[in-house]
């Protein structure tokens, strides 16, 4: 495993972990500040600050990304709408490449409007995938499915398990990956196999840490600084660098009563402190 | 499949649902009214009615029982934890094996207070089952492990998934089965295949349902009555009684901020339209 005190050039900051408090400029300056040398963007925010101008800036301050946030959403109620989902991946992949991002991280969109349909919903993501990896092969630009926990099946994302997205990338073929993101994850008694199964076709392209807290006191933003929490990070981290994985180590938080109220060069600073004693 | 709203007799009430208003003996005595003919009691309500109290009064009412809730929570910090734990499962079992009640329902328990090793429980919660079998078969009570949802692996159950389930009842052998509630289960890419395996080895002991509403406000007490959200009830009681379950459909509602506040006979009255209609 590697020796992540040795190595503060792997850790990355998802942008949600600050965004309230920060625009991206501030972000990326505050990243470079704080000697984290990676971010993983909102498409949101790199719209609000100019595409061109934050292609600018991280290479200015030295900041790569460790993925883009992001494409997926692509079950609809109707053709129309998801040929706007699917028109809308393609910007996204463009602007990943822009941005020259490792991967474009998929959260795939759960049932639409009125649906029961979960298995529906699933092929719809599998069909929207299909549709998008013939503009990402050519790009170069890796796909990555991030499983979301099933508390998020129905609204967010129908892709629930690791086992489920490697089945789906068995099928998908070339260029598709997977993202692992401890909160999502880090429950399923099947994870450890299916991890070694994602390392083994080459398909680890994100690592994503917080923490579970308990109790959990809102289904979407209470996630929990590394170490608050429950997740035995380093064990599940040592799966996936067994599995080959190299990439950052990305720290995504969405705790909007309180790290999102912190002074994010607090947050900053505890993340870098927690990256070296925790994960 | 079964023609439910030609078979009242099959509905069975979960007394959580209307728990917060009515004692164990108004609850019976609603059910009489009500037309529905079995429950699944918790063992607090039992114990404040009085265990002897309560066998009489199902009997005299003629209401059946579709379980008991509940036994579990076997995970514990050291030896003496876990002894308690064990003790107490055994008097859940006696007080099962009175009511009559045609299972044990297990929840099983999460991580001991500040562990993070989620391999650990598990072990724990298969040992403690396997020692609380050697009192359930010659009593004839069938146990009935309830994976629950994901989201409550750290708190309340580390047993999460049904393949998890059917894993465990493979090595603990004869006496053990599962319970199937839609809530905890519907999101599962792997669900119809797993409730047919559970199907074959005959240990589908109970079936439960209610809703999951878009969005939920709260981890623990905000399910929803059948028909107000997105699972699609009927395709999963298809499975199951494919698989041979021939037992009641138990409705259970965790709902603080609603129906848990209603007048208990509108609740009831609306469990059993939808019970018609619904599931």
Redesign the interface.
């Known amino acids: 495993m590697r020796d992540l005190a040795a190595h503060p050039e792997l850790l990355s900051l998802n942008t949600a972990t600050v965004r309230e408090r920060w625009g991206l400029e501030a972000i990326i300056e505050g990243c470079a500040r704080h000697g984290i040398r990676a971010i993983s963007p909102w498409r949101d925010q790199v719209a609000k600050a100019g595409l061109a101008n934050v292609a600018k800036s991280i290479r200015a301050h030295g900041i790569g990304l460790s993925g883009y946030c992001r494409g997926g959403m692509f079950p609809a109620a109707d053709d129309a709408g998801r040929q706007r989902a699917r028109d809308d991946n393609l910007r996204a992949l463009e602007e990943a490449v822009t941005l020259a991002a490792p991967c474009l991280i998929l959260v795939v969109g759960g049932?639409p409007p009125g649906?029961?349909?979960?298995a529906g919903a699933?092929r719809q993501v599998e069909e929207g995938i299909a549709w998008l990896l013939e503009a990402a092969r050519p790009a170069g630009m890796k796909l990555a499915i991030e499983p979301l926990?099933?508390?998020y099946?129905?609204?967010r994302a129908?892709v629930?398990?690791l086992?489920?997205a490697n089945?789906m990338c068995d099928r998908l073929g070339a260029g598709v990956g997977v993202a692992v993101d401890v909160y999502h994850v880090?429950?399923?008694?099947?994870l450890e196999r299916e991890i070694a199964r994602a390392g083994r076709a080459g398909r680890l392209h994100a690592f994503h840490v917080c923490d579970?807290l308990?109790?959990?006191a809102d289904?979407l933003l209470d996630r929990g600084m590394m170490g608050d929490?429950?997740?035995?990070i380093p064990r599940i981290r040592g799966w996936v660098e067994a599995g080959g994985f190299a990439g950052h180590v990305e720290v995504e938080i969405f705790s909007a009563a309180n790290w999102w109220k912190r002074e994010p060069d607090e947050v900053l600073r505890v993340c870098r402190e927690r990256y070296d004693t925790v994960c």
Chains 1, 2 share one sequence.
């Not at 649906?115 to 979960?118: A, Q, R, T």
């Not at 929490?229 to 035995?232: E, F, N, Q, R, S």
């Open positions: 049932l649906s029961k349909d979960i699933r926990h099933p508390m099946a129905a609204d129908c629930n398990t086992a489920q089945d880090w429950w399923d008694p099947a579970w308990v109790p959990t289904l929490g429950v997740i035995d």
